[in-house]
């Protein structure tokens, strides 16, 4: 069901969207003026982050509601009169349509994340329990270029069974219930992709077994975070290294 949020609770996401902007900018995620968070306001109402800021430094009343085709259509306000959305206002626009049970979507520059992407290592390589159990595989786009319709086209397959991307050379995309939820995931990602880093620098580890990747796609599946694609891209990744023999996913979809 679409999100129906009343103005009391516009101001909240306001202050949410700026609190989760600093955070992003103070914690490297994002410089100058990149990255860009949204949040559902109604069913055809998407509050933005404004194009050419600095998020470590927004205010409320900058941000701007646009509809489902990326045009605004709040009132001009002394504070956001001549800003614009963010240009990558499509990409969260293809996620919102796609996901009826989001209410926010993150775009970030996590440095790490960005160069293991140039690298070419896979996040997969590196999956951690809680990782596992709270956001899934995190699957990697094909390079795109920012602010255009490739990207749109980059995260079209992957984002309705994904809360979290990769974007090649760019960044991430995470999606969540609330800007603070969709950051969460943002910060998880690169946490995951510094341990990748270090783990890669003390010359390699094995991987997780899969009958313990098993274990924890069951409590994945408990906490009705499954997602319909997960039993099988798992045992994609996983099962062809366990090295005791077949994988036994037998986790259904929840
Ligand atoms: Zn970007």
């Known amino acids: 069901m679409p999100i129906y949020v009343t103005s ?52 409320p009343d900058q941000l701007v509601v646009v509809n489902l085709e990326g045009e605004r259509v709040s009132p001009a306000s002394g504070a956001n009169r001549h800003l614009q959305p963010t240009s990558e206002i499509p990409m969260h626009l293809e996620a919102y349509r796609q996901r009826a049970d989001i209410g926010a979507v993150v775009h970030a520059h996590p440095p790490t994340a960005i160069a293991l992407s140039i690298a070419g290592i896979s996040l997969d390589e590196c999956m951690l329990p809680e990782i596992i159990v709270f956001l899934g595989l995190v699957p990697t786009t094909a390079y795109a270029t920012p602010s255009s319709t490739e990207n749109v086209r980059a995260i079209r397959e992957f984002i309705s069974g994904h809360d979290a991307i990769v974007l090649q050379r760019h960044g991430t995309l995470t999606v969540g219930r609330d800007p603070w939820d969709a950051f969460m995931k943002t910060e998880i990602i690169e946490h995951s992709a510094r341990i990748a880093l270090m783990v890669r620098q003390l010359g390699g580890g094995p991987p997780l077994a899969a009958t313990e990747v098993e274990k924890l796609l069951a409590q994945r599946q408990a906490m009705g975070l499954m997602k319909p694609n997960d039993p099988a891209e798992f045992r994609a990744i996983y099962g062809a290294r366990d090295p005791n023999g077949q994988p036994t996913f037998t986790t259904s979809p929840g």
């Open 8 to 59: 009391a609770t516009e101001h909240a996401l306001r202050r949410e969207i700026v609190r989760v902007g600093k955070l992003m900018y103070e914690r490297g995620l994002a410089v100058a003026t990149e990255g860009n968070i949204s949040a559902r306001l109604s069913a055809d109402r998407i509050l933005t982050t404004p194009s050419g800021l600095c998020k470590g430094m927004l205010e």
